[in-house]
């Protein structure tokens, strides 16, 4: 079975803008992922990353487009499963987390996979 990873806002954002603080750890985290794997993001990531990204140059955002392409990122959209498993997490949520760190949560449990992120708030609990 391929190593699945849900890939964060600010994975994506380090990985893509050089000047970005976490740029080499980015890379070198890319680099030493396993070969045989599957990207996938939530639908909730993917319009925030979209959003964020429009403040920058239009180039950053044909980046962003041609990295989801190459790389095959599957979408993970919200449907009843989803929303189930979001409440259930919401209910016990004491983490204090923001609506689109919950998203990753869920995510990674629904497909047994691991969350690449630099949020450090989000990382203690993945």
């Known amino acids: 079975m391929k190593s699945r990873y849900i890939i964060d806002t600010s994975f994506i954002s380090s990985l893509l803008i050089e000047d970005d603080i976490n740029h080499q750890k980015a890379l070198d985290l890319y680099e030493d992922l396993p070969k045989d794997l599957q990207f996938f993001i939530p639908v909730t990531v993917l319009l925030e990353l979209f959003t964020g990204i429009k403040k920058l140059k239009k180039n950053k955002l044909e980046n962003v487009y041609r990295f989801i392409d190459l790389l095959s990122i599957q979408t993970i959209y919200i449907d009843d499963y989803f929303l ?10 004491d ?19 691991k969350v690449l992120t630099f949020n450090k708030k989000l990382k203690k609990y993945c």
Not at 84 to 93: I, P
Not at 105 to 111: L, R
């Open 84 to 93: 189930k498993s979001y409440k259930t997490l919401l209910k016990k949520d």
């Open 95 to 113: 983490m204090n987390l923001t609506a689109i760190d919950l998203t990753l949560i869920v995510t990674a449990k629904m497909i047994g996979g």
